[in-house]
């Protein structure tokens, strides 16, 4: 069973920087793709950002420019650096995993870190 758990959450003004780390309980290059995702109060969960195996990334227009995922094969770990954060960063951000088994895509997810940006 894949765990993934979350950390590095917390208060911050804006301006300011988190760094949030998922640390896998399995290599994280055995899954097709990695990243993060976030749920604001009332609002559905969307993509931050996502790495493949190969090192592609895909962030979202919101997030370009400011956060910046990474990932450390010794540790298993993925990182998310976020930079200059903004009251609507304000969510919890959740690492997901996936796997691609005969195109049939499996995800795991992390219990969730909170991130609060205060104005």
């Known amino acids: 069973q894949v765990q993934l758990v979350e950390s590095g959450g917390g208060l911050v003004r804006a301006g300011g920087s988190l760094r949030l780390s998922c640390a896998s309980s399995?290599?994280?290059?055995?899954?097709?793709?990695m990243g993060w995702y976030r749920q604001a109060p009332g609002k559905k969960r969307e993509l931050v950002v996502t790495?493949?195996?190969?090192?592609?990334?895909n962030y979202a227009d919101s997030v370009k420019g400011r956060f910046t995922i990474s990932r450390d094969s010794a540790k298993n770990t993925v990182y998310l650096q976020m930079n200059s954060l903004k009251p609507e960063d304000t969510a919890v951000y959740y690492c997901n995993a996936r796997e691609v088994i005969f195109r049939l895509a499996y995800d795991y997810w992390g219990q969730g870190t909170q991130v609060t940006v205060s104005s």
């Open positions: 790495i493949t195996s190969g090192g592609s990334t």
């Open positions: 399995g290599s994280i290059f055995s899954f097709d793709a």
